[in-house]
């Protein structure tokens, strides 16, 4: 099946830095999801972005799907950033989503 | 309010004990699964059901069974409790298997002794 690696598993940044984070997926695909776990556990959806970028406020999303990687840059981060990111994509049978294990963010004030 | 409503919040169950994680939906999404979260291992996919009277298994189904008789509920049923099992549950539903709107209850504690 799928494999979907993030990198890094783990990132501190001080608040008011960038960051970027990394997806890389083993097969073609034609979904890629970015989410957000906050520090209480809730799932946000970020980004359905099988192709291109997006932009909503300080966070944007690449994905270079002929190259099987998808980033996600946070400018100017704040303290609500921290949490756990997951991109996800969907199988190859289209019946379900695959993610991967995660990078978690802490930001310090 | 619209969205994924999971109970219970936290349960503590004894090894050998059944239960059931219920999970509703109020958005009219056709497509529903069931998530295990455990540390380090993201989240695995343990059944997922495409509308009304169809479920399928996912990465990790041992030890859980489901079904789908509404649009609007997708219950997970412990047969029979496990200290493997002790994780966080999720629900998440969906117009579609990905995509846009694809949204997730709050998740359920569950520790098996």
């Known amino acids: 099946g799928i494999q979907v690696e993030q990198s890094p598993p783990d990132l501190i940044l001080q608040e008011g830095a960038n960051s970027t984070l990394r997806c890389n997926f083993s097969?073609?695909?034609?979904?890629l999801q970015w989410f957000h776990q906050n520090p209480w556990g809730q799932l946000i959806n970020l980004f359905y972005?099988?192709?291109g970028t997006k932009q909503n406020g300080r966070l944007s999303a690449t994905t270079v799907a002929t190259e099987r990687y998808s980033l996600l840059y946070i400018s100017s981060s704040q303290t609500t950033d921290s949490g756990v990111y997951f991109c996800?994509?969907?199988?190859?049978?289209?019946?379900?989503?695959?993610f991967g294990k995660g990078t978690t963010l802490s930001v310090s004030s | 309010n619209a969205g994924v409503t999971q109970t219970p919040k936290f349960q503590v169950l004894k090894t050998g004990q059944s239960m059931t994680l219920q999970c509703a939906q109020d958005?009219?999404?056709?497509?529903m699964s069931w998530y295990r979260q455990d540390p380090g291992m993201g989240l695995r996919l343990i059944h997922y059901?495409?509308?009304?009277?169809?479920?399928d298994q996912g990465e990790v189904p041992n030890g859980y069974n489901v079904s789908r008789s509404t649009t609007e509920d997708f219950p997970l049923r412990l047969l029979s409790a496990a200290p493997s099992q002790t994780s966080v549950y999720f629900c998440?539903?969906?117009?579609?298997?990905?995509?846009?709107?694809?949204?997730f209850g709050s998740g359920t504690r569950l520790t098996v002794v």
């Open positions: 998440a539903s969906s117009y579609a298997p990905g995509g846009d709107g694809y949204t």
């Open positions: 097969d073609s695909v034609n979904n």
């Open positions: 972005i099988p192709s």
């Open positions: 996800a994509v969907l199988n190859q049978a289209g019946t379900a989503l695959i």
């Open positions: 958005m009219n999404h056709e497509y």
């Open positions: 059901s495409v509308g009304a009277g169809i479920t």
